[in-house]
């Protein structure tokens, strides 16, 4: 079993920078892809927002979110990053993060793939 718990959402700015947390215990996410999604205010749908292979050496970003956020892993720690700069009211939404445990090597963005998930952050974003 794994749990996942996110952490450093909030209210910003817009402009501001936060930076989200996720901590995964039980299991180690070594070989797990990792995965942060959002889900806007009135939309029941979670969008990709970046993904991290388990070496870090690949990523991969939704366009909305491109040259913006950046996404990283400490495997030590246990914990993936969500480092989010110039953030405009569009982002706010509930982040969850998640991991595929599937062993596969793809990062994919479709949120049936992700096995495991937070119970999410909320980031609040005002103009």
């Known amino acids: 079993q794994v749990q996942l718990v996110e952490s450093g959402g909030g209210l910003a700015q817009a402009g501001a920078s936060l930076r989200l947390s996720c901590a995964v215990s039980g299991r180690t996410s070594r070989g797990y892809i990792m995965g942060w999604f959002r889900q806007a205010p009135g939309n029941l749908e979670r969008k990709f927002v970046a993904?991290?292979?388990?070496?870090?050496?690949?990523?991969f970003y939704g366009d909305s979110v491109k040259g913006r956020f950046t996404i990283s892993r400490d495997n030590d720690k246990n914990t993936t990053y969500l480092q989010m700069n110039n953030l405009i009211p569009e982002d706010t939404a509930i982040y969850y993060c998640a991991a595929d445990t599937s062993a596969s090597t793809i990062i994919l963005l479709s949120p049936d793939v992700y096995d495991y998930w937070g119970l999410g952050t909320q980031v609040t974003v005002s103009s």
């Open positions: 993904g991290i292979s388990w070496s870090g050496s690949r990523t």
